[in-house]
């Protein structure tokens, strides 16, 4: 399947650390990517797991375990800026790289 | 210095009409793509072309045609616009589709919000 579910809202506080889940069912797993992207704009790439294990990566880090189809993003030190949607994305073997995105989930900071 | 251009940011247009986005990346990228990303956020992919070569075409209405002059450019035409193509379009270009490699992360422009009145 190409099925990738992460929750749809979260709320922190500025400060706080909070931790984002990624559940999939990839075919042909190839990797995991977290993007960024703020109301309006552009995704932007934030982390890219394919080996079991966190990756860290100054207040943000990414975590993957392959054999449970499960990744998180992990902010620390939240700060208001941080306020955006955040993309799980995987893409297919095959040949060719073709990113299967996650809906989102929209993590709100508040003072 | 833009990565990934794309043209125009906006555009607002009457049901029926004929319009196109334009692409273009300045990374060297051999592979491009067309993004839809709906009312609900979800980014959905349409299109990828590898070296001016369609790799990837998604379940797609043929109103829409992509083209790829070069591999430095993609642009998207589409035809008859409906209510329902009201969206923000983003292109994307990454290293190689082939593989796995943090390389192959994407790189988007930032997007065209049409509307579709």
């Known amino acids: 399947g190409q099925n990738i579910d992460q929750p749809t809202e979260m709320t922190a506080t500025e400060g706080a650390i909070v931790q984002i889940n990624c559940t999939y069912q990839?075919?042909?797993?190839?990797?995991l990517f977290w993007y960024q992207q703020h109301a309006g704009e552009a995704p932007t790439f934030l982390s890219y797991n394919v080996l079991d294990g966190l990756e860290e990566k100054g207040r943000f880090s990414s975590f993957l375990s392959r054999s449970k189809g499960y990744s998180y993003l992990l902010l620390k030190e939240l700060q208001m800026k941080d306020s955006a949607s955040y993309l799980c994305a995987g893409p297919f073997s095959g040949g060719y790289n073709k990113l299967i995105f996650g809906a989102g989930t929209r993590l709100a900071v508040h003072p | 210095d833009t990565a990934v251009s794309q043209t125009p940011k906006y555009l607002v247009t009457q049901m029926g009409n004929d319009k196109s986005i334009k692409c273009e990346q300045n990374?060297?990228?051999?592979?491009m793509y067309w993004y839809k990303q709906d009312s609900k956020k979800f980014l959905k992919i349409m299109f990828s072309y590898n070296n001016k070569e369609l790799i990837i075409n998604e379940t797609v209405p043929n109103r829409f045609s992509p083209k790829s002059p070069d591999k430095a450019h993609l642009n998207l035409h589409i035809n008859s616009l409906e209510l329902g193509d009201s969206a923000v379009y983003f292109c994307a270009s990454s290293q190689d589709g082939r593989g796995s490699n943090q390389d192959y992360g994407y790189t988007f422009g930032s997007g065209t919000r049409l509307t579709v009145v």
């Open positions: 990374l060297g990228h051999d592979t």
């Open positions: 990839t075919s042909g797993f190839n990797g």
